[in-house]
């Protein structure tokens, strides 16, 4: 079976453009989570969606960060416009219900 | 009260040795712990978990202990191996609020020399 796949795996953009970070969560899982990871601050919980409907935005650090689940099978990601300090490595994990949560490999940002 | 503390930040054991990682936390309402294994350029994976109703879980060659009291657990690797070295993280989520939001630690990074 496929795990949680994230796409793209890396994503080089200029200051203020927009970035879109896309997951596909593993089959029959109804919750999902967004992630970020960053040497100076480690791994921060983004985001959490139960049933496609966004339980907790607590971690997301501004307005210019959105994220959507518009259905089981398909989560967005959104930062714009874009900033240097993005750049980090952003996961994508899903679960079914509160049981093990399963991380896809991640995408990798960086913003010049 | 999110906060959860892991020590040390990197370690370095030799093949064989005993690796032991440690978490420590404030918010006493989590309770569930996991710890997750990292290797360079992937994921995090699940490695084993314990909720605070019991004070020890073995997997094979990992063990999480845990201490209510203080508010502290760790992770011992037996027999460790090469194979092993990896970041590892610790963390905690409270299950019984909405859904398993897991904060982590800062990660240790550990090396297992042949």
């Known amino acids: 079976d496929a795990g949680v796949i994230q796409s793209p795996r890396h994503e080089v953009t200029e200051m203020g453009q927009e970035v879109t970070l896309r997951c596909k969560p593993i089959?029959?899982?109804?919750?999902l989570f967004w992630y970020r990871q960053t040497m100076m601050r480690g791994l921060e919980l983004l985001i959490y969606f139960n049933n496609n409907v966004p339980i907790d935005d607590s971690g997301m650090p501004e307005d210019r960060f959105s994220a959507k689940m518009p259905n089981a099978s398909f989560s967005t990601l959104k930062i714009q416009p874009s900033e240097p300090r993005d750049s980090a490595v952003y996961f994508c994990?899903?679960?079914?219900?509160?049981?093990?949560?399963?991380f896809g490999p991640g995408t990798r940002l960086t913003v010049t | 009260q999110q906060q959860v503390k892991q020590s040390p930040q990197s370690l370095i054991v030799q093949k064989g040795g005993i690796p032991i990682i440690n978490c420590a936390y404030e918010n006493t309402a989590f309770d569930y712990f996991p710890w997750y294994q990292q290797f360079p350029g992937k994921g995090p994976a699940l490695l084993i978990a314990?909720?605070?109703?019991?004070s020890e879980k073995k997997e094979g060659r990992f063990t999480i202990s845990f201490n209510k009291s203080a508010k502290q657990f760790s992770l011992h690797i037996m027999d460790s191996q090469p194979g092993d070295s990896a970041t590892y993280f610790c963390a905690a989520s409270s299950l019984n609020n909405a859904g398993n939001m897991l904060t982590f630690g800062g990660g240790t990074r550990l090396m297992v020399k042949p």
């Open positions: 994990a899903s679960s079914w219900e509160d049981f093990e949560q399963y």
């Open positions: 314990i909720r605070p109703d019991v």
């Open positions: 089959s029959g899982h109804n919750s």
